[in-house]
């Protein structure tokens, strides 16, 4: 062998979620029922009258590469949508469109980070947030949140971690994986932190329109609106609100020239996002917004649902996320304990174990910065997770 590999490749880890959910199919594949609670998407088609805008593209041979930084009718629909919707304006030249919001969270963190910046990662955090920032060659900056308070960000800890070296923080809130919403004093706290230190603000919106118990405030409408002047970068999906997580269109807003910065980069690795899935995302946010209605109140009878039960297994303690569509219940009563002959020393064994006991498959915490915790996603079917849950209890009651 005369070749090595980029010490980048030896930084990173690979995606927890991913890999559980790899591990589902190639069990289903071998013919066992595997019911996953692992999966981070909705389980309903894209609505149709989306795939027939896509349809509608591909006869009109609107099949050629757009504009880099996406077509200009649907960055002017994505303005359209930010000022009704989030009530922020902005204008096409603002607007990126990539190929999906996790290319938009990439491309901030390759613009924005460097070698020898840190970067705020509050946990538990989506797997890929640490990662984004090494493949930027920075160093990700692990702080507390407050599970008793909503997941919200512990400031002290914060202050503890503090270096002149830090240069942005990336918030997620609807939370992927503990569902929380941060409330808006939290975020404008951070936000006048950001501002004093001159930290660059990437916000993860991809859940805004999964928000069950109140109403969703944008990151950027809290900084414009107490007048606090941060930086920030909203990043936003199609993916989750309109059940097209396999179209990969997401899109960033922020100041113009961080958003140059990021087309610039996006030009040299995938240049635009495919023009079909940009014709339907016109669609799905001009269109008839019922179907994101009817798909938010399933998953809120989901939720409730999957939260009783939760709470109802043995020794399993479970808040009630605001948003998303993922439980984070705490199975730390289990580590120590022994299940199939085997000790359950941390959330990947106990994962490992109810998988392998009675085929359900979940996500560890610990891939989330969250030692104890496991993720569940309740997007999925109410009889899925009834028959899911009464599993996981079984492979509860077998562990001594």
């Given at each position: 062998m005369n070749y090595r590999l980029a010490d980048r490749v030896h930084k990173i880890q690979p995606s927890f979620t991913l890999e559980m959910a790899t591990r589902s199919a190639e069990m289903r594949a071998q013919g066992i029922d595997v019911?996953?609670?692992?999966?981070?998407?909705?389980?309903?088609?894209?609505?149709?009258?989306?795939?027939?805008?896509?349809?509608?593209?591909?006869?009109?041979g609107f099949t050629k590469y757009t504009a880099g930084p996406g077509m200009i009718e649907f960055r002017e629909a994505i303005c359209k949508k930010l000022k009704q919707e989030n009530d922020i304006?902005?204008?096409?030249?603002?607007?990126?469109?990539?190929?999906?919001?996790?290319?938009?969270?990439?491309?901030?963190?390759?613009?924005?980070?460097?070698?020898?910046?840190?970067?705020?990662v509050f946990a538990p955090y989506w797997v890929s947030f640490p990662e984004f920032v090494r493949l930027a060659n920075a160093e990700p900056i692990i702080v507390k949140t407050m599970p008793n308070q909503n997941f919200e960000p512990d400031l002290k800890d914060l202050a503890l971690?503090?270096?002149?070296?830090?240069?942005?923080?990336?918030?997620?809130?609807?939370?992927?994986?503990?569902?929380?919403?941060?409330?808006?004093?939290?975020?404008?706290?951070?936000?006048?932190?950001?501002?004093?230190?001159?930290?660059?603000?990437?916000?993860?919106?991809?859940?805004?329109?999964?928000?069950?118990?109140?109403?969703?405030?944008?990151?950027?409408?809290?900084?414009?609106?107490?007048?606090?002047?941060?930086?920030?970068?909203?990043?936003?999906s199609l993916s989750?609100?309109?059940?097209?997580?396999?179209?990969?269109?997401?899109?960033?807003?922020?100041?113009?020239?961080?958003?140059?910065?990021?087309?610039?980069?996006?030009?040299?690795?995938?240049?635009?996002?495919?023009?079909?899935?940009?014709k339907a995302g016109i669609v799905a946010l001009n269109g008839?917004?019922?179907?994101?209605?009817?798909?938010?109140?399933?998953?809120?009878?989901?939720?409730?649902?999957?939260?009783?039960?939760?709470n109802d297994l043995p020794s399993i303690k479970c808040a009630m996320p605001g948003g998303a569509f993922y439980a984070f219940p705490d199975f730390s009563a289990y580590i120590g304990r022994v299940g199939n002959d085997e000790l359950l020393k941390d959330t990947f064994n106990i994962s490992e174990y109810i998988l392998d006991c009675t085929q359900v498959?979940?996500?560890?915490?610990?891939?989330?910065?969250?030692?104890?915790?496991?993720?569940?996603s309740y997007a999925t079917s109410t009889e899925i997770i009834k028959k899911g849950l009464a599993r996981v209890r079984k492979a509860l009651n077998r562990i001594i």
């Amino acid at each position: 062998m005369n070749y090595r590999l980029a010490d980048r490749v030896h930084k990173i880890q690979p995606s927890f979620t991913l890999e559980m959910a790899t591990r589902s199919a190639e069990m289903r594949a071998q013919g066992i029922d595997v019911i996953n609670f692992s999966v981070g998407e909705p389980d309903f088609n894209t609505p149709v009258h989306i795939r027939k805008a896509a349809k509608e593209a591909m006869d009109d041979g609107f099949t050629k590469y757009t504009a880099g930084p996406g077509m200009i009718e649907f960055r002017e629909a994505i303005c359209k949508k930010l000022k009704q919707e989030n009530d922020i304006e902005f204008d096409p030249a603002d607007i990126l469109v990539s190929n999906g919001e996790k290319q938009s969270l990439y491309n901030a963190c390759q613009a924005l980070f460097d070698v020898g910046d840190e970067v705020v990662v509050f946990a538990p955090y989506w797997v890929s947030f640490p990662e984004f920032v090494r493949l930027a060659n920075a160093e990700p900056i692990i702080v507390k949140t407050m599970p008793n308070q909503n997941f919200e960000p512990d400031l002290k800890d914060l202050a503890l971690k503090d270096s002149p070296n830090i240069k942005g923080v990336i918030m997620n809130s609807p939370s992927n994986p503990t569902g929380s919403v941060w409330g808006e004093e939290s975020i404008i706290n951070l936000l006048r932190l950001a501002k004093e230190n001159n930290w660059a603000v990437i916000s993860d919106e991809c859940y805004e329109r999964l928000v069950y118990d109140g109403h969703f405030i944008s990151t950027e409408k809290l900084n414009r609106e107490h007048n606090i002047g941060a930086s920030v970068i909203t990043c936003i999906s199609l993916s989750k609100t309109y059940a097209m997580t396999g179209w990969r269109i997401g899109y960033a807003a922020g100041p113009r020239d961080i958003i140059k910065a990021m087309s610039k980069i996006q030009g040299q690795s995938t240049s635009c996002a495919n023009s079909i899935g940009q014709k339907a995302g016109i669609v799905a946010l001009n269109g008839d917004q019922s179907c994101v209605i009817e798909m938010k109140n399933a998953f809120l009878k989901r939720r409730n649902l999957m939260i009783e039960l939760l709470n109802d297994l043995p020794s399993i303690k479970c808040a009630m996320p605001g948003g998303a569509f993922y439980a984070f219940p705490d199975f730390s009563a289990y580590i120590g304990r022994v299940g199939n002959d085997e000790l359950l020393k941390d959330t990947f064994n106990i994962s490992e174990y109810i998988l392998d006991c009675t085929q359900v498959a979940t996500v560890p915490g610990d891939g989330f910065g969250a030692p104890g915790h496991i993720r569940f996603s309740y997007a999925t079917s109410t009889e899925i997770i009834k028959k899911g849950l009464a599993r996981v209890r079984k492979a509860l009651n077998r562990i001594i």
